[in-house]
């Protein structure tokens, strides 16, 4: 069997569900890329190397595939992170190797150029090589991979050892820098996370009479949080402990931590601002807890749909749930601020939120609804390209109302319920991030000066509309 059929068939009988992303691809005509190879009367390209797998995964629209194998290698980065606008604007949002390049770039500097293309063309370019449900979404993910991904992402990207870049610092002046890529070590890893942890707004401000309180959530990594280690280690050296009861240790260590940051944040404030924009997303067992903490509802359902063996059915598994860590004692209304690089556990919190009654405000999220976790088959090798691929073995349902079951269910059923109004959430019925994203209650554009001075112009904009129209 060659590379092409194999795939298509792991695809064929292992992907959750091909009739969602036919709906998707259907419903959302401007967003999706490639063509359906998975389809019975496709002609189905030749796979032999990294592009070509690239372009007929693509199809999927799904955030959760990659490239996998020694042949794909490990993560490298240039020890910087970008974010992007809305108009295809680029600037360095975060340094965090800065024994290596230190003094080279600056947080803020637009980036004019990647390799002498112009910084929007490339962006348009790469995007259309990078998996994912729609458009903006790509982009940003486009821009989080030029600063961190695996030498085969960067490769189909058109990216060797070392970048050029042209930039553009605060005062206006250009200068051109190369950065080299470095494998990602525990370190780097610590440094990162802490630097996209780093808050964009103040922490406090007032305006319209509004008092305005806020946190930031960059990603959930708690191996990288002393408190968790703390506490995981210390629980993992009671008697009868298990690797679970250690993990929960630790996720209530940071979750009380949390809590305290809330509830000083929301104390006298009339609004409590999340951002969540940019979050790399993670453990999302972590951003359970921590969403659990700052709500004032009950939990919402939250059900794992699979593959089935059987025809036209899918397969719903509820996600377990972890048994609360605390909550919040301030209870100021709560925005929670989402952008097209908001993915993974990121989106999930901001999903859960927001149908206990928060508000979302910003982009569309990335759309990466599922994980690789789940999946029976990880890392399929295909032999002929020596590449192997891992495929998302789930997606997430939300279930506001807890009226789905475990088991299996008809697929076009399911998918006619979850596609409803263009995939868009509801508190009244199931519905899915895959692909799609979350949509926010009030849409906000990104723009370069949002990335210059963290949103924070537009969001006091955006706060005295929805005080105008009494939504806080």
């Known amino acids: 069997m060659d590379d092409s059929t194999q795939l298509r068939a792991q695809v064929t009988h292992n992907y959750p569900s091909l009739r969602y992303v036919e709906r998707y691809r259907h419903d959302f005509p401007e967003e999706i890329q490639g063509k359906a190879f998975w389809s019975i009367d496709a002609t189905l390209p030749p796979l032999g190397d990294a592009n070509a797998l690239t372009r007929a995964l693509t199809a999927l629209q799904d955030q959760h595939v990659a490239l996998a194998g020694t042949k794909a290698g490990k993560s490298e980065t240039l020890g910087v992170l970008f974010r992007t606008a809305s108009d295809g604007s680029v600037i360095i949002w975060r340094l965090f190797d800065t024994t290596a390049i230190s003094g080279l770039v600056a947080e803020g500097d637009q980036v004019l150029a990647i390799d002498g293309q112009d910084a929007h063309s490339w962006l348009q370019r790469v995007a259309t090589l990078t998996f994912g449900g729609q458009r903006r979404g790509r982009y940003a993910e486009a821009a989080t991979e030029l600063g961190l991904a695996t030498p085969v992402v960067h490769r189909v990207a058109g990216l060797k050892n070392a970048v050029t870049l042209r930039l553009q610092d605060a005062k206006h002046q250009t200068k051109t820098v190369t950065l080299h890529y470095k494998p990602v070590d525990a370190a780097l890893a610590k440094s990162m996370t802490a630097a996209i942890n780093r808050s964009d707004l103040p922490q406090r401000f007032t305006t319209e009479g509004l ?20 506490a995981s280690d210390t629980a993992s050296k009671q008697p009868d402990a298990t690797d679970d009861t250690a993990m929960i240790a630790g996720y209530c260590a940071v979750v009380r931590n949390f809590i305290r ?18 979050n790399l997303g993670g453990f999302d067992r972590e951003a359970w807890l921590l969403a659990d903490a700052l709500r004032t509802r009950p939990s919402l359902s939250t059900l794992d749909l699979f593959a089935s063996k059987g025809a036209s059915t899918v397969q719903l598994t509820k996600e377990h749930t972890d048994p609360s860590c605390g909550h919040v004692t301030s209870h100021a209304p709560l925005v929670v601020l989402t952008d097209a690089g ?6 999930f919190m901001a999903s859960w939120l927001w149908a206990s009654g928060a508000t979302v405000v910003g982009e569309r999220t990335v759309g990466a609804g599922g994980g690789f976790e789940f999946n029976g088959e990880p890392a399929a090798p295909l032999p002929g390209s020596g590449y192997a691929v891992r495929l998302s073995g789930n997606f997430s349902v939300f279930d506001p109302t807890g009226t789905l079951t475990d088991g299996e269910h008809a697929e076009g059923v399911l998918i006619d319920m979850l596609a409803q109004d263009h995939f868009a959430p509801s508190r009244t019925r199931p519905f899915a991030i895959q692909s799609v994203g979350l949509r926010p209650d009030r849409a906000l554009s990104t723009t370069l000066t949002d990335l210059h001075d963290g949103g924070h112009a537009s969001l ?6 929805l005080k105008a129209k009494h939504l806080l």
């Open 211 to 230: 008092r305005i309180g806020t946190l930031r959530l960059g990603a959930f990594a708690p191996q990288y949080d002393d408190a968790f280690v703390t």
């Open 261 to 278: 940051e809330a509830d000083a944040a929301a104390r006298g404030a009339d609004v409590l601002v999340l951002d969540l924009r940019g």
């Open 342 to 347: 908001t993915r993974s556990a990121g989106e």
């Open 460 to 465: 006091v904009n955006v706060l005295a509309q």
